[in-house]
């Protein structure tokens, strides 16, 4: 006798298209995500110079004083902030980018599916937000500190205005980066990939890992290695709690399908 699929187990709602409307569907969201980045860069370009000035502070409230940051390209002066406003622009329209992928691949998906999925797509755009925040008022003041404080003397520093935006940016994508570990080790997790216990017990290896990333994706000096490496370290083992809980979450609508039949 066959059981009746229980409430989480509906097939998708989408019903089978040819593949030309799946093309149109995913061009008009591609057109919504490219015109949300562009209405916010109009909205942020204005502002530009303003913003890039409130970026450069954690170094240029360092810097001796009567000294700034200066433009070796002729050019400089108007691509940084034009660059810096564009970069912003993708920053803030992320949500909705997300949300168009969400709603292009949402109908294809079960409902216990929706239940994960839609909570794991916020959380990682507030993690993404939350390690590009932590770089920015934690990592720039101890990092930049350093630097300027290591410098030999004689030595006049002139910080590049493209220089500068190139690293933060590096940083901040790095560090956003580092913070989905919460979110990739779920999804390692519930695809059977690994389990929680697994990867506890490989907890040595990937302690040593954060290091050898740190080590990669920041500058050498051992700070802003070690204020990527621990925070690596903690949101992993975030990431094995919350695994363990998604893991219960995805089990009960087979052990509920496994009851009624």
């Known amino acids: 006798m066959t059981s009746q699929p229980t409430g989480n ?6 019903q089978e298209m040819p593949l030309v409307e799946h093309l149109l569907e995913l061009r008009n969201r591609l057109l919504k995500m490219v015109l949300a980045v562009v209405i916010c860069f109009a909205v942020i370009y204005p502002f530009a110079n303003e913003l890039y000035l409130w970026l ?16 070796t390209d002729v050019t400089s002066p108007f691509f940084a902030p034009l660059k810096l406003a564009l970069v912003v622009a993708l ?32 959380t990682s755009v507030l993690l993404f937000y939350a390690g590009a925040a932590f770089a920015y ?20 520093e002139l910080p590049d205005i493209s220089s500068y935006l190139n690293f933060v940016l590096k940083m901040f994508f790095a560090f956003g980066v580092a913070f989905e570990i919460p979110i990739a080790t779920v999804l390692l997790i ?16 990937v302690v040593v890992a954060c ?16 204020l990527l490496a621990v925070p690596m370290w903690v949101l992993f083992e975030f990431g094995i709690i919350f695994g363990r809980l998604a893991r219960r979450d995805k089990d009960a609508p087979e052990q509920d399908e496994s009851a009624s039949e």
């Open 9 to 14: 187990q509906h097939p998708p709602e989408q």
């Open 56 to 71: 450069s502070q954690p170094l240029r409230e360092l810097l001796p004083v009567g000294q700034t940051m200066i433009a």
């Open 91 to 122: 920053f803030a329209a992320i949500p909705i980018i997300l949300y168009q992928l969400w709603s292009f691949v949402a109908p294809g998906l079960y409902a216990h599916e929706k239940r994960l999925a839609f909570p794991l797509l916020f």
């Open 137 to 156: 008022f934690v990592v720039f003041p101890l990092v930049f500190g350093f630097f300027t404080a290591i410098g030999p003397e004689g030595i006049v």
């Open 190 to 205: 519930l695809t059977g990939a690994t389990t929680p216990e697994d990867l506890a017990a490989k907890r040595p290896y």
């Open 211 to 226: 290091f050898i990333i740190g080590m990669l994706l920041t500058p050498p000096d051992i700070i802003s290695q070690t």
